[in-house]
């Protein structure tokens, strides 16, 4: 019979919602969100990267990618460029205090790793991601 405590996408999930809590509360003390801290990694590791490539690699929908670079725009950390290759195409890009508090923050997410890590070796971690790669296929490619 169906046991929900024991089902492993359940534990995951309760497992992914409470790390996420975790750095979340870690961050506001630093005044910024996990979501925002997220966008500022990825468009400090891809320069110029469009909206769209940002939702992809957030796994976020396109409207609220708008709403988030709206608040992040506001605040002065990035700034939106149009293509000039492709004028449908909007690219962000990080201010220099966009720039300043992604090195800033970056640490966090190290620290976040070495909090959620801790007790565990690295083939334990190795195994891990990949065991959750392939659960994130199989119900990917379900039909």
């Known amino acids: ?26 961050l506001s003390k630093l005044g910024i969100t996990r979501v925002q801290w ?18 992809k690699k957030m ?6 990618v708008a709403r988030l670079i709206d608040r992040m725009e506001r605040d002065g950390y990035v700034i939106r460029k149009r293509d000039p290759k492709d004028r449908r195409m909007t690219n962000l890009i ?9 090195l800033k923050l970056l640490p966090e997410g190290e620290k976040m790793r070495k909090l ?3 007790g565990l070796t690295e083939e334990e971690i190795e195994t891990f991601k990949k065991v959750l790669k392939k659960m994130t296929k199989n119900v990917s490619n379900e039909e």
């Open 94 to 102: 990080l201010t220099k205090d966009g720039k300043e508090l992604r």
């Open 1 to 26: 019979m169906f046991d929900l405590d024991t089902c492993v996408a359940f534990i995951t999930n309760n497992a992914a919602k409470k790390l996420s809590e975790c750095f979340n509360e870690r």
């Open 59 to 64: 796994d976020i929908k396109a409207s609220s």
């Open 116 to 118: 959620a890590s801790r």
């Open 38 to 55: 997220i966008a500022l990694y990825f468009m400090g590791k891809y320069e110029n990267i469009s909206q769209g490539e940002l939702g």
